[in-house]
């Protein structure tokens, strides 16, 4: 429950630190402030915050490679920010099975974009998974 609170607070702070780039960091926190979260959800929400701020190039990138005929610019903000909390999280956390990830991703895009982002954002993360991830040997551990 604290992972999934986590992620949305970080969906908000991304979200609204969007509209500030000089100061994104400053905006994300004081979403952060202003909601009032318990310190395990407020530790994770940073964790994923602070991480996508630092690794923002290198997930855009990813991104970039599985939109087909589309441009990273002209997604709509609460996709593309749900795909780079998705993105960090397979791909420098590794703490969430890629299953959980993916599944929270899609929940998030159900409940905050628009009708189809839900199935967006799960097939980029398909995509993304297969490439970045599975053909690597780093899938999910089962055991």
Do not use: C
Request: glycine letters at 8%; hydrophobic letters at 40%; aromatic letters at 10%.
């Amino acid at each position: 429950m604290q992972r999934r609170q986590g992620r949305e607070l970080a969906l908000q702070m991304l979200f609204a630190s969007s509209y500030f780039p000089e100061d994104e960091r400053e905006q994300g926190f004081l979403v952060l402030e202003s909601s009032e979260p318990d310190s395990e959800v407020a530790s994770f929400a940073k964790t994923l915050f602070l991480g996508i701020l630092k690794s923002r190039t290198e997930i855009e990138k990813i991104i970039s490679r599985h939109l087909e005929n589309w441009d990273l610019g002209r997604l709509w903000l609460v996709d593309r920010s749900i795909l780079q909390i998705a993105v960090y999280e397979l791909l420098f956390l590794k703490d969430s099975p890629p299953s959980v990830v993916i599944d929270q991703a899609v929940r998030l895009a159900k409940k905050f974009g628009g009708d189809e982002s839900g199935r967006f954002v799960n097939g980029m993360l398909g995509a993304i998974f297969r490439s970045e991830l599975d053909a690597k040997g780093k899938t999910e551990n089962k055991g």
